[in-house]
């Protein structure tokens, strides 16, 4: 039996070592593969990252956009109803002895005024039946910061 041994024992050295090989180079690869698939994770993880921030910073853009138009609309609406509607009213009611009374309908000077600000606040029909309606020129110079700011606070904000 020591004879057989010392005859084999050579070659099963020799398939020892090439299976030891044969596992490191496996182990090797798998452990690239591991690290290869990090490193790609990595980057999709930062094209995403990258990705995101570029849309945020446009709806960002978008939404800041929006925010000044609405408030230039507001202050546009604003103004118009302070230099126009506002004084009207105030004239007519001033000017009418009958709304002194509590029985006392709308005088035809006042109806006249109300009739005057709806038509002029340039609302129109559409095809599909809703309405659309022009807005007057939006002033700039009223250090609009984007926003109404002053909403809820005591002067901030007049009523509409």
Request: hydrophobic share 45%.
């Amino acid at each position: 039996m020591g004879a057989l041994f010392s005859r084999i024992w050579p070659h099963l050295l020799a398939i020892a070592a090439i299976v030891g090989v044969v596992w490191y180079l496996d182990h090797r690869g798998y452990q690239r593969a591991v690290t290869d698939a990090r490193l790609e994770r990595a980057e999709a993880a930062a094209a995403f990252n990258i990705l995101l921030r570029r849309s945020e910073g446009r709806l960002s853009a978008i939404v800041t956009s929006n925010d000044r138009a609405l408030a230039d609309k507001v202050a546009a609406l604003r103004a118009y109803h302070s230099t126009i509607l506002q004084p009207s009213f105030e004239k007519e009611i001033a000017n009418d002895p009958l709304l002194a009374r509590a029985n006392a309908r709308l005088s035809d000077g006042l109806l006249g005024q109300l009739n005057a600000a709806r038509t002029g606040s340039a609302c129109a029909r559409r095809a599909d039946g809703g309405i659309e309606c022009t807005l007057p020129a939006a002033v700039t110079d009223l250090g609009s910061a984007g926003g109404d700011t002053g909403a809820g606070q005591p002067g901030g904000r007049p009523d509409l």
